[in-house]
Structures are given as structure tokens and as C-alpha cells.
């Protein structure tokens, strides 16, 4: 089975430009979840989506949105960049089967680098 | 709020030594709680989990028991190598009313193991 994929690996933007990430999960899998990854704030977690519904949202600006389309598939946008969002992006991907038993699957992420 | 706290890191240790990171959690309900491990340049994958109360999760000489008495998932391993060198996060997962789990990480730890 295919691992979860993040595109693009790299990026590099300037501030003020916006900016999309995409995120496909493991097959079968229908929650997706993003988290940023910065070395002084750690991991956070940005949203998570489930079958196209945004289930959980983290404590970030509305300059940060997502979505999920009909076959799982995730992106999440950046819109008037500014340097502090430059930062690991990671995507996960779970069964949820609703018991709260299941493991989250990672992307390799996309280091996102905001000039 | 569900939380999770970690050591701090960095922990160094040398090859062979035993290896201990402590994580203690606080949660509304009955988490499963989990390991997951992120090497240089990669995404975080599972390292173990555990599901109830006395549980122990292992997996690549590692192990961890779900104590709920001290609310404690520890990680342990009896003799580390330099391969064992990456960044570790504890984490929890709870059921919502929604019937959605909901993930919550710890800051993680940095471990280097030197030869």
C-alpha cells in the first residue's frame, strides 16, 4: 500500500504571496490531518478533515485554510505569507474507524521557506 | 484539555546505554496513547501504542506500558545505537462526542546517541 504523499517536498515563496500545499492519504484512510512543524513552537496542529468535513481546527490565523475532496485527497492553503510561516508542513492520514484506537500515517512534508 | 508532557530534550546518551523518556498525560476520557519517531528529514511514523490501562507496546526493542494510575507512558529501551538518534513524540488519542478521535502531541525529545 502506498505511503501518504505531500506535494510539492520544497517550496520557496516571498512574503505577502499565497501559497498550496497538497496531500494525498493512504487508500482507504478518510481522515487528514496538517500540523506545522517549527523549531521553536514544535509540532502544531492546524485542521483535520474528514470525508470533505473540517472536523478540528487548531489556533491559526484564518490566513490558514483547507479542504478535502470526495476521494480523500487534502490541500491546505497559506494566503499572505509572512516569514514566520516558513515551517515543516505535515500531513497525516488515519482510518478513524471512531474508536480512537487508530494510528496517524505521515507524509514526509513540505519544508515551506518564506523570504 | 487533553495534554501530553515530555522530558526535555536534548537527551544524549552513549551506545549500549539504557534509555528512558519520560511522557505523562491528562485526558477527559480513555486515550490510547502512542510512540512515534521522526528521523532526520522525515515525517514521523509509529513507534508503538497502547490502547488500555496495562498495555505494553513494542516494537524495534523499545516498549512502553499505559499506566493510568500515574497517567504515565514512558518509553524505555535497554541499549540504544547511534541509529536509534532522532526526535520523539508521545501522544494521545481521545474519542469525542462526535465519534471522532482527537490527536494530541507532546513537544517531543531529541535523542543523539554518540559512539
Known amino acids: 500500500k502506498a505511503g501518504v504523499t505531500q506535494t510539492p517536498r520544497y517550496l520557496i515563496k516571498t512574503r505577502g504571496q499565497q501559497v498550496t500545499l497538497s496531500c494525498s492519504p493512504i487508500?482507504?484512510?478518510?481522515?487528514v490531518s496538517w500540523y506545522q512543524q517549527t523549531p521553536g513552537q514544535g509540532l502544531q496542529f492546524l485542521f483535520e478533515?474528514?470525508?470533505?468535513?473540517?472536523?478540528n481546527k487548531g489556533n491559526f490565523p484564518g490566513r490558514f485554510s483547507g479542504r478535502q475532496f470526495s476521494n480523500s485527497r487534502s490541500e491546505m492553503n497559506v494566503s499572505t505569507l509572512e516569514l514566520g510561516d516558513s515551517a515543516l508542513y505535515l500531513c497525516?492520514?488515519?482510518?478513524?474507524?471512531?474508536?480512537?484506537?487508530?494510528?496517524?500515517?505521515f507524509g514526509p512534508g513540505t519544508r515551506l521557506t518564506v523570504t | 484539555g487533553d495534554s501530553v508532557t515530555q522530558m526535555e530534550g536534548p537527551v544524549t546518551l552513549s551506545e549500549e546505554a539504557f534509555l528512558t523518556i519520560n511522557c505523562t498525560y491528562t485526558?477527559?476520557?480513555?486515550?490510547?496513547l502512542f510512540w512515534y519517531v521522526q528521523y532526520p528529514g522525515e515525517g514521523l511514523q509509529l513507534l508503538l501504542k497502547a490502547t488500555k490501562a496495562d498495555d505494553k507496546g513494542s516494537n524495534k526493542g523499545f516498549e512502553a506500558t499505559y499506566r493510568k494510575e500515574t497517567t504515565s507512558f514512558h518509553l524505555e529501551k535497554g541499549s540504544v545505537q547511534v541509529s536509534d538518534s532522532a526526535v520523539y513524540f508521545c501522544?494521545?488519542?481521545?474519542?469525542?462526542?462526535?465519534?471522532?478521535?482527537?490527536?494530541?502531541f507532546g513537544t517531543g525529545t531529541k535523542l543523539q546517541v554518540i559512539p
Open positions: 497525516a492520514s488515519s482510518l478513524d474507524r471512531g474508536q480512537g484506537l487508530d494510528e496517524q500515517y
Open positions: 487508500s482507504g484512510h478518510r481522515s
Open positions: 478533515y474528514f470525508s470533505e468535513t473540517q472536523r
Open positions: 501522544a494521545l488519542s481521545d474519542l469525542r462526542s462526535g465519534g471522532y478521535q482527537k490527536v494530541t
Open positions: 485526558a477527559t476520557g480513555y486515550p490510547s
